[in-house]
């Protein structure tokens, strides 16, 4: 007989995991184009270098910036072309740009007095406003994808579903996001609860090396995450 709180971690990972989210069908239909959508303003800028950074024409609107912005930053990261010095200049360049663009203020100024505005605008670094945004990919395994991310991936597709993702789809997501770090916790701990399963009669030092060893592994793990 089953309790009232019984719950398996199995069962509901085959709930969600690989699943298509029952809400984004719903959404789409919702998203579907009306007469009464017209695209962004066309604006006349004395600079398109942030513009051209971002590979974007100058009336795209935010939604297209924010969503640009993630597929480049995410192609020139450091950490995906540690050999490519180039790819780092351009991902501090297009980092700036969306801190410019991604802001309507500083984008008014920024079309209005060009690059000499953005001169005297505070920015962060491009790889700390990056995380800070979307988190960091070495991390995913840990805590998953933010919030922010998985938004500009429901929508990347269609900017007119920007609109329409729904707080059904975004709990489905987050659903998912913690059964998969669930089970991703469970792999990294099923070797320590077996080495203490099998050694359970064995003598003490057995179990120790097991242990020890799995321990270092982990330790190895946390070392390379802050560097």
Partial sequence: EWKENWYSLKEEAEEVVGKENPFKAATAAAAAPKTSEVPGEKREVMDRELYDA???????????IRRQYYRLARKYHPDKNREDPEAKVKFQKVGEAYQVLGDEERRA??????????????LIDSSLFFMM????????????????????EMVDKDAKQAENVSEEMFAFEQRKREVQLALSLCDRIEPFVE?????ENAEGAAMSNE??????????????LCR
Avoid at 109 to 122: E, L, N, R, T, V
Avoid at 195 to 199: D, H, Q
């Fill in 195 to 199: 080495a203490i399963a099998k050694n």
């Fill in 211 to 224: 242990v020890a060893e799995w321990k270092s592994k982990m330790r190895l793990e946390a070392e390379k």
């Fill in 54 to 64: 971002l590979e974007i024409s100058t009336d795209a609107t935010q939604d297209e």
């Fill in 109 to 122: 100024q920024y079309d209005k007095f060009g690059s000499a505005a953005a001169q005297d605008m505070p």
């Fill in 133 to 152: 945004l979307f988190g960091s990919e070495e991390l995913e395994p840990y805590i998953g994808k933010l919030k922010m991310a998985m938004f500009v």
